[in-house]
């Protein structure tokens, strides 16, 4: 019976590549844009001293890059490489539309 031979993934350092732009992006957009808005935005408090439902969102917003980020890297970890370049493709669209959102409303 003939074996069969695995071969390399060839793409796996395309994927560590994605990976590591995303996250590069992701902590951009954090530093960036998020931190120094979070900061400003404390002033957004109504009077009544509640927080805008569109306030707890931008709160949150470090959450959803971290959750993909983790799981990109536990994929890639267990070379589950399409997996991981999914995950890592899920964190660009919410930085461009936090992105634009915040350019949009300068």
Excluded: C, H
């Excluded at 957009?29 to 979070?38: K, M």
């Excluded at 400003?40 to 009077?47: G, L």
């Excluded at 990109?72 to 370049?85: G, S």
């Amino acid at each position: 019976m003939a074996e069969t031979i695995k071969q390399p993934n060839s793409n796996r350092p395309l994927v560590l590549i994605g990976l590591l732009v995303t996250q590069l992006l992701a902590l951009v957009s954090i530093l960036l844009i998020w931190l120094p808005g979070a900061f400003i935005s404390v002033v957004a408090e109504n009077p009544e001293g509640t927080v805008p439902l569109w306030l707890m969102a931008f709160y949150g917003y470090p959450i959803y890059p971290l959750a993909m980020s983790i799981g990109a890297w536990v994929a890639y970890a267990r070379r589950n490489d399409k997996l991981a370049a999914i995950l890592s493709a899920l964190l660009i669209p919410p930085i461009l539309l936090f992105v634009v959102v915040i350019f949009l409303n300068w």
